[in-house]
């Protein structure tokens, strides 16, 4: 299959480079452009690492896209890994965990590799971690792990910066141009302001153009209408529902001032204390009071409707709750969770996108928020957002890309009169706010469900 011609140019400008990043906006087509760059050096020898749910979407764009056939081992466990560190295979798709697990096999191998993809890179955010120093090195710079062995490695990403611009610190150091260590990073670019719920970034003024620079020197980011795909334009609302609040009220009466601690740690971006256990009891219970009176609203429009619809959430209960109403109404419909296998998960979005009587594709965010194509649909719900706009983001994105030819609606649905409208409010303003370039639009004000 052809190539567009921004997959072209990207597969070009990344093809000499030793160490890059890929920071086209999801639904540019940046697995296309990985596999032309892969043939462009003539790699023979490779390992992408990407999430787990993706090693079968890589191998699939692979065989559709690649000028010449190479053998993909999808490395799933030790005896993959073994087959392909033999040489019976050529590439090996394989998860950050398997990566990491691997990485002392394979250092004592002594192996050359052409190339090293990382995919969804964001993953390798913090250096400290134990997949960024299995992959990145000690000290992210590249001179051990996965990519010390690489001949070139590139990093992949529609989120370079998911939550704190310090999120671009393992790239820097990854691409060779940032000799700091992360504390000398973050005095010599940022502000630290501290809050009572950690440490909010912000970078100084007078060194906004030299962080801009060294990310565009080492990077390439094209955005849908820049690369001129003109694809229909995405709105944005919210929707607020009614649902029995008992338990939620409850809770949030037994813990004074929760829902400004709230309210402020998502303005702020401190997020690490939006994880604390009663706070994810709360995000629970607020799921589970509106899936009922969402999941009935949502069949209401269906019977009104040929569209289909595509509902991502946080929590297996709501979720469930609304397949178990789908269910007893007769409506058609796929659920990807957690559990679901990698084939599963494809047989689900096949199933989604060509069978007309297949309405609703309920997904987990994080396991079906990133790497599906979903353009069957040109309505999407987000039931259960999450905390970082960016991740909410890349869910809308899964309708509105290439393919797409209708508007998109999006709608972040809420609990009313509870704290859930303040923070539904919070993130699909953040969510705008991060997309406005690239053809979001907010409505402008929230509908409330009858």
């Not at 990519?147 to 060779?176: E, H, K």
């Not at 998502?266 to 995000?283: K, M, N, P, V």
């Not at 509902?311 to 469930?320: D, N, P, R, Y």
Request: hydrophobic share 40%; charged share 20%; aromatic share 8%.
């Amino acid at each position: 299959m052809n190539l567009m011609p921004h997959q072209e140019a990207g597969a070009e400008w990344l093809a000499p480079r030793l160490r890059a990043g890929l920071f086209d906006e999801m639904g540019v087509g940046k697995t296309a452009t990985l596999v032309r760059t892969i043939n462009l050096i003539a790699g023979q020898r490779g390992v992408v690492i990407c999430p787990a749910m993706l090693r079968e979407n890589f191998i699939k764009e692979f065989r559709q896209f690649s000028a010449y056939p190479l053998k993909l081992c999808k490395g799933r466990d030790i005896h993959d890994y073994s087959a392909w560190s033999k040489g019976v295979f050529d590439v090996l798709v394989t998860s950050y965990e398997q990566a990491t697990r691997w990485w002392p096999h394979f250092r004592n191998t002594k192996q050359r590799l052409d190339f090293v993809a990382m995919d969804e890179a964001h993953y390798l955010k913090n250096a400290e971690a134990k997949r960024s120093k299995a992959i990145l090195g000690y000290q992210a710079n590249g001179e051990h792990g996965w990519v010390s062995r690489a001949d070139q490695a590139w990093w992949l990403t529609g989120t370079p910066i998911p939550n704190d611009p310090m999120d671009c610190y393992t790239f820097l150091r990854f691409a060779g141009v940032m000799p700091l260590t992360p504390a000398q990073f973050c005095n010599r670019y940022f502000q630290s302001e501290d809050t009572r719920y950690g440490t909010r970034n912000v970078v100084r003024p007078e060194c906004a153009g030299e962080l801009r620079a060294l990310l565009e020197n080492n990077s390439i980011r094209r955005t849908k209408k820049e690369v001129g795909l003109n694809l229909p334009p995405i709105f944005l609302t919210e929707v607020i529902v009614d649902g029995d609040t008992t338990e939620v009220t409850k809770l949030v009466r037994a813990h004074e001032g929760l829902e400004a601690a709230i309210v402020e740690a998502l303005e702020q971006g401190g997020l690490s204390f939006l994880d604390a256990q009663h706070i994810a009891t709360l995000r629970r219970l607020i799921g589970e009071a509106k899936a009922v009176p969402y999941a009935h609203m949502l069949v209401e429009e269906l019977q009104q409707t040929t569209e289909k619809k595509v509902v991502f959430g946080v929590h297996i209960a709501a979720l469930s709750t609304v397949a178990s109403i789908l269910h007893r109404a007769g409506v058609g419909y796929v659920h990807v969770q957690g559990s679901t296998s990698e084939a599963g998960r494809q047989a689900a979005i096949k199933a989604f996108q060509n069978e007309p009587n297949c309405r609703v594709f309920l997904g987990n965010m994080k396991v079906a928020g990133a790497g599906t194509t979903l353009t069957a649909a040109c309505e999407l719900d987000v039931l259960e957002s999450e905390w970082s706009p960016g991740v909410n983001a890349q869910a809308l994105m899964r309708v509105h890309r290439i393919g797409q030819t209708r508007t998109v609606r999006g709608r972040f649905i809420s609990l009313a009169d509870t704290l859930d409208e303040t923070v539904t409010a919070i993130v699909c303003r953040k969510v705008a706010a991060i997309a406005e370039v690239e053809g979001f639009e907010m409505s402008a004000a929230p509908t409330i469900a009858s």
